[in-house]
């Protein structure tokens, strides 16, 4: 069983699955939502969900640098719990403090346009999000 990892924001959310043991997070894609429409992506993450027989779900929450929450953080917060009810899986939500900023770090260190970083910020983000989850559980 795999764990997927997700970036949410207000327009996408990047997506990240693990390896099957559990060491090793791999982007998957960048879901285009629409929070007021009601188009949370769930349709695509069902597919994802079973397609890669995942067992839990790691969000990133997103806390202000002095460990409280805003409103990203909870809208968050809102989404995992969406999540949770419709899919029936385990929701762990993650502190993602940086992960955005770390990842286009990395994506700037490998000199990836400004064009194409826009496109996988997201599931970079997921990525990480996801890799210090697991990271955390050795």
């Not at 924001?9 to 699955?17: N, R």
């Not at 929070?35 to 769930?42: I, S």
């Not at 990203?72 to 955005?100: C, H, I, M, N």
């Amino acid at each position: 069983m795999r764990t997927m990892g997700l970036d949410v924001g207000s327009k996408t959310v990047g997506v990240a699955i693990s390896d099957e043991l559990g060491w090793t997070a791999q982007g998957i894609e960048t879901i285009k939502v629409d929070e007021e429409k009601g188009d949370l992506g769930f349709d695509r993450l069902k597919e994802l969900i079973e397609d890669y027989q995942v067992d839990k779900i790691v969000v990133g929450l997103p806390k202000n640098m002095n460990n409280t929450i805003g409103p990203r953080g909870e809208a968050s917060q809102a989404y995992a719990k969406k999540l949770e009810k419709e899919f029936s899986l385990p929701v762990v939500l993650w502190d993602e403090r940086l992960s955005t900023m770390a990842a286009e770090r990395v994506l700037l260190e490998a000199d990836v346009s400004r064009k194409k970083r826009k496109k996988v910020i997201d599931k970079m983000a997921a990525v990480m999000i996801l890799q210090g989850y697991l990271d955390s559980l050795k």
